[in-house]
């Protein structure tokens, strides 16, 4: 039965990406679109896979406990169903509501796993609590969120087609975390949504109401699955909306924007002691400690809730959530494919550096926009997370963000040239 039905809404939903017309409009193929959305489906098993063999190496027996979870809230719906309809409102904890940042007792951190639960317990009703037939459901929603990105980058570096797919869809631990069976292909499109609106609102200069509706429903969805990101996607949405009224200063926006939430950050607590960010990273640093088992914990600085422990431990945080897993790191295939994936990110970064073409994008503030977005959730990573499984994963959603405009504004003919040795005779320079 499970085959049956995992081959019939294979091919109704490898159909329907040809038919969707926000597909359809990438400029994308049918057979691309097809094969993209296979792709997909291929990860979300291996995914599975992997978290039955691997799962506490690389943090992801979260897969298969959401999935029974899943089950037993269809079960639910079958004999409760108005429990069914209500329990995603209840709040067991005294004051869980007003734990908002809270890692434990809290209702919005139970609230992420609970959302995702409900939404298995959807695709079961279709299913019947198939794991595998689940994965091409989810596949399909979440392809909307790298088809967003790259109809922006297609129009933001226009003729770098080639490049944009390959850094769009094909990045390893980007496909693979956001195509398996948890929140990362969810939160990517929450995102991708944010972005996609505000970039072509600017570009028709205005926005109209569907727009805003897009753009508060990504904000809604990272609310109840990773509401730390809200907090770091506001300042990226409003420096947008600033730099777009003043385009020319665009830079100077973006940084006084984060300057000022920076400020806020570590102040907001004196108005009200709910507010106490800093706290919250600590509590969050506190609870990765506490966790028990997994391979590939490492040990770190302990973070206390002040602007000076912040910037001490900023370089820690930085080579955590950016250069880790070292060689050294390595300990099985799953870290080894981690660490040469970022080692290889880091070489076309010194490329960029080094053939950097001077004609940039349609928009910089786009750029600025991907770039202040991602570079502080690495940081919150940074801060907070000590497993390189974790790290890994929830790094995995910002990695298209920043290795679109590296592989788009790279000079690959120049680089071509100079190791193919076709040009000896009068050798280009490096761009800087």
């Given at each position: 039965?499970?085959?049956?039905?995992?081959?019939?809404?294979?091919?109704?939903?490898?159909?329907?990406?040809?038919?969707?017309?926000?597909?359809?409009?990438?400029?994308?193929?049918?057979?691309?679109?097809?094969?993209?959305?296979?792709?997909?489906?291929?990860?979300?098993?291996?995914?599975?896979?992997?978290?039955?063999?691997?799962?506490?190496?690389?943090?992801?027996?979260?897969?298969?406990?959401?999935?029974?979870?899943?089950?037993?809230?269809?079960?639910?719906?079958?004999t409760h169903p108005q429990y069914y309809l209500t329990n995603l409102f209840r709040d067991p904890y005294p004051d869980g509501v007003g734990n908002f940042f809270g890692s434990?007792?809290?209702?919005?951190?139970?609230?992420?796993?609970?959302?995702?639960?409900?939404?298995?317990?959807?695709?079961?009703?279709?299913?019947?609590?198939?794991?595998?037939?689940?994965?091409?459901?989810?596949?399909?929603?979440?392809?909307?969120?790298?088809?967003?990105?790259?109809?922006?980058?297609?129009?933001?570096?226009?003729?770098?087609?080639?490049?944009?797919?390959?850094?769009?869809?094909?990045?390893?631990?980007?496909?693979?975390?956001?195509?398996?069976?948890?929140?990362?292909?969810?939160?990517?499109?929450?995102?991708?949504?944010?972005?996609?609106?505000?970039?072509?609102?600017?570009?028709?200069?205005?926005?109209?109401?569907?727009?805003?509706?897009?753009?508060?429903?990504?904000?809604?969805?990272?609310?109840?699955?990773?509401?730390?990101?809200?907090?770091?996607?506001?300042?990226?949405?409003?420096?947008?909306?600033?730099?777009?009224?003043?385009?020319?200063?665009?830079?100077?926006?973006?940084?006084?924007?984060?300057?000022?939430?920076?400020?806020?950050?570590?102040?907001?607590?004196?108005?009200?002691?709910?507010?106490?960010?800093?706290?919250?990273?600590?509590?969050?640093?506190?609870?990765?400690?506490?966790?028990?088992?997994?391979?590939?914990?490492?040990?770190?600085?302990?973070?206390?809730?002040?602007?000076?422990?912040?910037?001490?431990?900023?370089?820690?945080?930085?080579?955590?959530?950016?250069?880790?897993?070292?060689?050294?790191?390595?300990?099985?295939?799953?870290?080894?494919?981690?660490?040469?994936?970022?080692?290889?990110?880091?070489?076309?970064?010194?490329?960029?550096?080094?053939?950097?073409?001077?004609?940039?994008?349609?928009?910089?503030?786009?750029?600025?926009?991907?770039?202040?977005?991602?570079?502080?959730?690495?940081?919150?990573?940074?801060?907070?997370?000590?497993?390189?499984?974790?790290?890994?994963?929830?790094?995995?959603?910002?990695?298209?963000?920043?290795?679109?405009?590296?592989?788009?504004q790279t000079d690959w003919e120049k680089i071509f040239t100079i190791f193919s040795g076709k040009n000896k005779t009068n050798p280009p320079t490096l761009l800087t």
């Amino acid at each position: 039965m499970e085959y049956l039905l995992f081959v019939f809404y294979l091919v109704l939903f490898a159909w329907l990406v040809t038919r969707v017309k926000f597909f359809t409009r990438s400029g994308l193929s049918n057979s691309q679109l097809v094969i993209l959305f296979l792709l997909k489906v291929m990860a979300g098993i291996f995914y599975g896979w992997m978290g039955i063999y691997y799962g506490n190496l690389a943090q992801m027996v979260d897969t298969w406990g959401y999935h029974h979870l899943g089950i037993t809230e269809y079960e639910l719906l079958r004999t409760h169903p108005q429990y069914y309809l209500t329990n995603l409102f209840r709040d067991p904890y005294p004051d869980g509501v007003g734990n908002f940042f809270g890692s434990s007792d809290s209702y919005w951190n139970d609230l992420k796993g609970n959302i995702f639960v409900k939404l298995l317990s959807i695709f079961d009703i279709l299913s019947f609590g198939h794991y595998y037939v689940n994965i091409i459901f989810f596949s399909f929603i979440s392809l909307f969120g790298p088809i967003a990105v790259y109809r922006v980058m297609k129009d933001l570096f226009p003729g770098k087609r080639q490049a944009l797919m390959l850094s769009a869809f094909i990045i390893p631990s980007f496909i693979y975390w956001t195509s398996g069976l948890h929140k990362e292909g969810l939160i990517f499109l929450a995102i991708s949504l944010i972005i996609y609106h505000l970039y072509f609102g600017w570009k028709e200069k205005r926005y109209s109401v569907k727009r805003w509706l897009s753009i508060l429903s990504g904000l809604a969805i990272l609310l109840v699955l990773r509401n730390f990101l809200l907090v770091l996607v506001v300042p990226a949405v409003l420096a947008w909306l600033l730099a777009s009224r003043w385009p020319k200063y665009g830079l100077f926006i973006f940084a006084s924007v984060y300057f000022f939430f920076g400020i806020v950050f570590f102040n907001a607590r004196y108005i009200n002691p709910r507010f106490d960010f800093p706290q919250a990273v600590v509590n969050k640093q506190l609870a990765f400690l506490q966790l028990q088992g997994g391979g590939s914990t490492i040990p770190i600085k302990k973070l206390e809730p002040t602007a000076s422990s912040f910037f001490k431990n900023t370089p820690q945080a930085i080579t955590l959530s950016i250069l880790r897993p070292y060689p050294t790191d390595v300990r099985d295939l799953l870290t080894l494919a981690a660490s040469l994936e970022i080692n290889l990110l880091l070489l076309l970064f010194i490329l960029f550096i080094f053939f950097r073409k001077k004609n940039g994008a349609v928009s910089k503030n786009a750029i600025w926009l991907c770039l202040f977005l991602s570079f502080s959730i690495l940081l919150a990573i940074g801060f907070s997370v000590n497993n390189l499984g974790a790290i890994v994963r929830y790094r995995s959603i910002i990695i298209p963000l920043l290795v679109i405009p590296m592989l788009a504004q790279t000079d690959w003919e120049k680089i071509f040239t100079i190791f193919s040795g076709k040009n000896k005779t009068n050798p280009p320079t490096l761009l800087t």
